[in-house]
C-alpha cells in the first residue's frame, strides 16, 4: 500500500530565538489555515447535504403540483363531458317529447341514481339516453330503458364504458324500436314471436316494455353485480 505521507524538511540558517519564534507563528499560521480549509470543507459538505435535501422536496412539491394539476385536468374534462351530454339530452328530449324542465331533470336524477346502483357513470348513461330520446316520443319509455340498458353497457364493455359505448348500445336499441329486431339478435339476445311482433307492431309503451323484458331475461342485474366486485366498489 503506497505511503501517503509528506514530509517537508525545513532548513534554518538563522539560530536566534527570534527566528524560532517566527517559525513556530509561521506554523502555527499553516496549521490555523489547515484547520479552516478543514472547517470549510465540512460546511461545504453540510450544505451540499441541505441543497440535496432542498432538491429532493423541491422535486417532490414539483411531483405534487403535476398530480394535482393532473386530477384538475380530469375533472375538467368530465364537467366538459357531462354538461355535454346534459345538453344534448335536454335538446333532443324537447325536440321529440316537448318535454319540461321538470321532465328533463327527473331523467338526469335517474341516472344519478342508477350510477350508485352500478359502475356506468351518470355522464356516459346521459350520452346513450340523449340518443335512445331520438327513437322515443314518451319520458315514460326512457325511464323503462335505462336500467336494462346501463345492464347492456355494463355486459359489453365492463368497467372500461364509455359515451361512446352508451351510444352504440343506444343506437342498437332505437333500431329495435324502428322494428328492426335482428338488430337485437346479432348482440345475441334471444326472444320469442310474440315478443318479436310486439317490438315490430306494438305502441311505443309495449315496445319499451317488451325491449326491457328481453334484455333482462339475458343481462338482468349485471350493472349491479359488478358494482359488489372489489374494482366496481
Do not use: H, W
Request: charged share 25%; net charge negative.
Amino acid at each position: 500500500m503506497a505511503d501517503n505521507t509528506v514530509e517537508y524538511k525545513i532548513k534554518l540558517t538563522d539560530f536566534g530565538s527570534e527566528a524560532t519564534e517566527r517559525l513556530k507563528r509561521q506554523l502555527k499560521g499553516v496549521g490555523a489555515t489547515v484547520e479552516e480549509v478543514k472547517s470549510k470543507a465540512e460546511d461545504l459538505k453540510t450544505r451540499l447535504i441541505n441543497f440535496n435535501q432542498a432538491v429532493a422536496s423541491i422535486q417532490n412539491v414539483a411531483s405534487a403540483v403535476s398530480q394535482v394539476s393532473s386530477a384538475i385536468s380530469g375533472m375538467t374534462q368530465y364537467y366538459a363531458a357531462q354538461v355535454e351530454a346534459e345538453t344534448k339530452l335536454q335538446t333532443v328530449m324537447r325536440n321529440t317529447m316537448d318535454a319540461t324542465d321538470d321532465e328533463v331533470q327527473s331523467i338526469k336524477d335517474l341516472c344519478s341514481a342508477q350510477q350508485e346502483l352500478g359502475v356506468i357513470g351518470d355522464e356516459v348513461q346521459l350520452a346513450g339516453v340523449q340518443e335512445l330520446a331520438t327513437y322515443a316520443s314518451k319520458k315514460s319509455s326512457l325511464e323503462t330503458l335505462i336500467p336494462v340498458m346501463n345492464d347492456m353497457i355494463a355486459q359489453q364493455y365492463g368497467f372500461n364504458a364509455t359515451q361512446e359505448s352508451a351510444v352504440n348500445i343506444a343506437t342498437m336499441m332505437g333500431k329495435v324500436f324502428a322494428g328492426q329486431t335482428s338488430a337485437l339478435s346479432r348482440y345475441g339476445y334471444t326472444f320469442s314471436e310474440a315478443q318479436e311482433q310486439i317490438l315490430k307492431f306494438g305502441t311505443e309503451e309495449e315496445k319499451a316494455a317488451t325491449l326491457a323484458e328481453v334484455v333482462r331475461q339475458s343481462v338482468g342485474g349485471v350493472n349491479a353485480e359488478l358494482a359488489k366486485t372489489d374494482s366496481g366498489r
